[in-house]
Nanobody, 116 residues
Framework: QVQLVESGGGLVQAGGSLRLSCAAA????????MGWYRQVAGKQREFVAS???????RQADSVKGRFTISKDDPKRTTYLQMTALKPDDTAVYYC??????????WGQGAQVTVSS
């Protein structure tokens, strides 16, 4: 079985920073893409950022210049460094790993709350 274990998140004031981590545990699989999504209650889950096995990154326009995705391959971990946080960034953040055989795995979610 594969588990994605998220950590980080919490409450921060607008303009502050937080870092999320997501580590793969359990059965080993070849990771093609690591990413982050977020969801506000009553809305669809939206893409935040991703990083491929070769290190190519992509971010949503809403977070460009503020959020940075990175990874540590030996630790099978991805990080989302969030800076200049805004109240609109408040959401539950989910990490997502996709394998080379197109299997998708999701983390349990981490609440990020940004107060104004």
């Amino acid at each position: 079985q594969v588990q994605l274990v998220e950590s980080g998140g919490g409450l921060v004031q607008a303009g502050g920073s937080l870092r999320l981590s997501c580590a793969a545990a359990g059965t080993t699989f070849a990771i093609a893409v690591m990413g982050w999504y977020r969801q506000v209650a009553g809305k669809q889950r939206e893409f935040v950022a991703s990083i491929t096995s070769t290190g190519t990154t992509r971010q949503a326009d809403s977070v460009k210049g503020r959020f940075t995705i990175s990874k540590d391959d030996p630790k099978r971990t991805t990080y989302l460094q969030m800076t200049a946080l805004k109240p609109d960034d408040t959401a539950v953040y989910y990490c997502h790993f996709r394998s080379w055989s197109d299997e998708n795995y999701w983390g349990q979610g981490a609440q990020v709350t940004v107060s104004s």
